[in-house]
């Protein structure tokens, strides 16, 4: 390419680009073997310790290799040296680049950090975005009640779009079962054949279920992502919400963690005295720290689509439009019961000595309530797995059709 198109300044994209993403995919590697990435100079005792590569900085590097693309992608467009169109397309992309890394990590709870309640560090239970498949998550939810001491200093959770839900539902002490159950009989009728009816029957659920005081119980207990949208570069940014000043405001997030662009309209969800925001969408935790809150915090990553570096992830392969389109309510029953079995096998794994289980196991009841998974539960579990192998049978025949 650099002999037909360009010369140098082929040589130039490709060597830049390269090195960036090298650097990029090592520090994504060793984050997902849990290899502590950040490097400081230990001067001695009593001495400060100098910060040398944080791997949050990850995105300095990356904006600047935007900068140095834009002005050589402007330079090659005066010169001719490339195909105009290419490089005006190039300079599209660079440009479209910065508005997203360009300081894209908002926090306006970051000025009241110094005064947490919680200081030890703890372990968190976060769930990804899932949308209808959050019924799973709901069963991981009901495991954690069973098993789980609730205790604030020793626990948290996050979450984000469905996620932000359940781990909404466990900081603010909401039953888990009655909840996801009044999805399924209630929600499930109304919404499942029409999205666009989803996010109505997400408000109705959260006025009849949040509690009164569930914004003080869910203050430095819960962490919610959303997407706060503004007028000015860059226009998107992954915010973290930690502080809840009132019953309307956890509300509000909660609410605005789930609206999910076009489901929920095109504009962005308001949320009063603070912005305008999407859904959490699936913003990096190596970008947006909003798993934990401190470096020292232990995470159980659960992710119903099996995303990886998940900790707990559904046993079969569940088919990602039944996020938006679940099959019926029987499915929905049995990723409840799945989420559950999934979760009892990761924490009773005979194997099952690496450092979440082990402190899942220091802050476990002492006398844990009796299991759920029982007959009944078994049989919706079993009936899943058959829906789901129907399925993917239908699509492998399907495309081979084609």
Same mark, same amino acid.
């Given at each position: 390419?650099?002999?037909? #198109? $360009?010369? $140098?300044?082929?040589?130039?994209?490709?060597?830049?680009? +390269?090195?960036?993403?090298?650097? %990029?995919?090592?520090?994504?590697?060793?984050? /997902?073997?849990?290899?502590? /990435?950040?490097?400081?100079?230990?001067?001695?005792?009593?001495?400060?310790?100098v910060s040398v590569f944080r791997k949050e900085q990850l995105f300095r590097l990356q904006a600047f290799e935007f900068c140095l693309m834009l002005v050589h992608a402007c330079y090659a467009l005066v010169c001719g040296n490339m195909p105009r169109t290419l490089m005006v397309c190039q300079i599209m992309v660079m440009v479209s680049g910065l508005a997203v890394f360009t300081d894209f990590h908002f926090s306006r709870d970051a000025e009241k950090r110094q005064s947490v309640k919680y200081l030890d560090s703890r372990l968190m239970f976060s769930f990804d975005s899932s949308a209808w498949l959050f019924l799973w998550h709901f069963g991981v939810a009901m495991w954690i009640e069973d098993n789980m001491d609730k205790n604030p200093s020793a626990v948290g959770y996050s979450g984000s779009s469905g996620g932000a839900l359940v781990a909404g539902a466990l900081a603010s002490g909401i039953?888990?079962?009655?909840?996801?159950?009044?999805?399924?009989?209630?929600?499930?009728?109304?919404?499942?054949?029409?999205?666009? /009816?989803?996010?109505?029957?997400c408000e109705l659920a959260l006025d009849t279920f949040l509690p009164d005081d569930a914004h003080l119980e869910s203050s430095d207990v819960l962490r919610v992502l959303l997407t706060k949208v503004s007028r000015s570069p860059p226009f998107l940014m992954g915010e973290?919400?930690? +502080?809840?000043?009132?019953?309307?405001?956890l509300f509000a997030v909660l609410r605005a963690s789930c609206h999910i662009p076009l489901v929920g309209g095109f504009l962005p969800?308001?949320?009063?005295?603070?912005?305008?925001?999407?859904? $959490? /969408?699936?913003?990096? +935790?190596?970008?947006?720290?909003w798993?934990?809150? +401190?470096?020292?915090?232990? #995470? #159980?990553?659960?992710?119903?689509? $099996?995303?990886?570096?998940?900790?707990?992830?559904?046993?079969c392969s569940i088919p990602f439009w039944w996020a938006i389109f679940p099959p019926t309510q029987e499915t929905l029953f049995g990723l409840m019961a799945l989420g559950y079995h999934d979760a009892t096998e990761f924490f009773q794994k005979k194997d099952g000595n690496s450092k979440n289980q082990k402190l899942v196991r220091a802050h476990a009841r002492?006398?844990?309530?009796?299991? %759920?998974?029982?007959?009944?539960?078994?049989?919706?579990?079993?009936?899943?797995?058959?829906h789901v192998h129907r399925t993917w049978r239908r699509v492998m025949i399907f495309s081979a059709l084609v």
């Open positions: 390419a650099a002999a037909c #198109v $360009g010369g $140098g300044d082929v040589w130039f994209l490709l060597v830049w680009d +390269s090195l960036v993403v090298s650097v %990029r995919f090592l520090v994504f590697t060793l984050s /997902l073997l849990k290899w502590n /990435l950040n490097m400081h100079i230990d001067f001695g005792l009593h001495a400060p310790k039953n888990s079962e009655l909840l996801a159950n009044w999805v399924v009989e209630n929600a499930f009728p109304i919404a499942g054949r029409k999205p666009y /009816l989803l996010l109505g029957q973290v919400v930690s +502080s809840f000043s009132s019953w309307g405001q969800y308001p949320v009063p005295g603070h912005g305008w925001y999407y859904d $959490g /969408l699936i913003w990096a +935790s190596l970008f947006v720290p798993r934990t809150f +401190s470096e020292n915090d232990s #995470v #159980v990553k659960c992710s119903a689509y $099996g995303a990886p570096g998940a900790d707990i992830r559904p046993s002492t006398l844990p309530n009796a299991s %759920r998974l029982d007959a009944h539960r078994a049989q919706y579990i079993r009936m899943l797995h058959d």
